[in-house]
């Protein structure tokens, strides 16, 4: 069940959160429409090497991982890592639906600086079939990751 390890995570830390169940997805955009919640307050989880290391990327679901940007903000060669490379990593979740919490999986997390823009953050909770909604300040103290500016392609943005 792969709900299990974060939610005992999140009741441990006494942090309140909605579990989103809906019909199989696979794709973040997919989810989004499902969900009706939009690709901008979406989040999903991208696996990524930096110097070879594995690491997470948390971006909006309308949005890419722009390798050059995020090589530049980490300073390390910045790649898309295949599901060869990270399947291992995360034993209790399906393939393609891991959660952003990359303090679960011994991994760090680059968390693009558009999430920070709204109150809460919804994201896959280690399966097809489920999200979690929790407020983004308690996923920040949570995970703590490195907000940085790596994503492009945003749908729907408008300068402000």
Wanted: proline share 4%; hydrophobic share 40%.
């Amino acid at each position: 069940m792969p709900l299990t390890r974060l939610r005992e995570f999140l009741d441990h830390h006494k942090v309140k959160y909605v579990v989103i169940s809906h019909s199989v997805a696979y794709t973040a955009q997919g989810i989004a429409a499902l969900t009706h919640i939009s690709g901008k307050e979406l989040a999903k989880t991208v696996i990524v090497k930096l110097d070879g290391s594995l690491a997470i990327a948390v971006l909006p679901a309308s949005s890419q991982v722009d390798l050059s940007r995020l090589n530049t903000v980490t300073g390390a060669n910045a790649g898309l890592a295949s599901e060869q490379e990270f399947k291992d990593k995360f034993p209790d979740c399906q393939t393609g639906a891991m959660p952003p919490f990359g303090n679960l999986y011994d991994m760090p997390v680059f968390a693009d600086e558009s999430l920070t823009r709204d109150k809460e953050i919804a994201f896959n909770a280690g399966s097809h079939l489920e999200l979690i909604r929790m407020t983004w300040d308690h996923f920040q103290k949570l995970v703590k990751p490195r907000i940085e500016r790596f994503a492009t392609g945003r749908i729907g943005s408008v300068a402000a």
